[in-house]
Nanobody
Framework: VQLQASGGGVVQPGGSLKLSCATS????????VGWFRQAPGKEREAVSC???????YYEYSAKGRFTISRDHAKNTVSLQMTSLKLEDTAVYYC???????????????????WGQGTQVTVSS
């Protein structure tokens, strides 16, 4: 299983970005996929997840602003981020796990597959 995150960049407050997680070696119907982020000096935190059945989950900070989606044809999971705030600045990672609870409620374990991060900077 391999994942590759892309789409980060620098954006002004209130702007939008779309992150993409390209996956290989897995079937999206079999894996939960999530987006996490880590800001400087802070612990990694969950942002959003999508279950094997396609059900989305959002942390409070992402609700109403971010949308997670799957493209089965391209085997990708995207995170559309709108109304970005300064506090959204972080390195964003995508991850996949066979177990939704492990990934989306516990933040993964040693069996969780992680992609490299993509930097999102919100700055005026």
């Amino acid at each position: 299983v391999q994942l590759q995150a892309s789409g980060g960049g620098v954006v002004q407050p209130g702007g939008s970005l779309k992150l993409s997680c390209a996956t290989s070696g897995l079937t999206l119907n079999d894996y939960a996929v999530g987006w996490f982020r880590q800001a400087p000096g802070k612990e990694r935190e969950a942002v959003s997840c999508v279950s094997q059945e396609g059900l989305p989950y959002y942390e409070y900070s992402a609700k109403g602003r971010f949308t997670i989606s799957r493209d089965h044809a391209k085997n990708t999971v995207s995170l559309q981020m709108t109304s970005l705030k300064l506090e959204d600045t972080a390195v964003y990672y995508c991850a996949a796990d066979l177990h939704y609870t492990v990934l989306c409620k516990r933040g993964g374990n040693t069996r969780t597959a992680w992609g490299q991060g993509t930097q999102v900077t919100v700055s005026s």
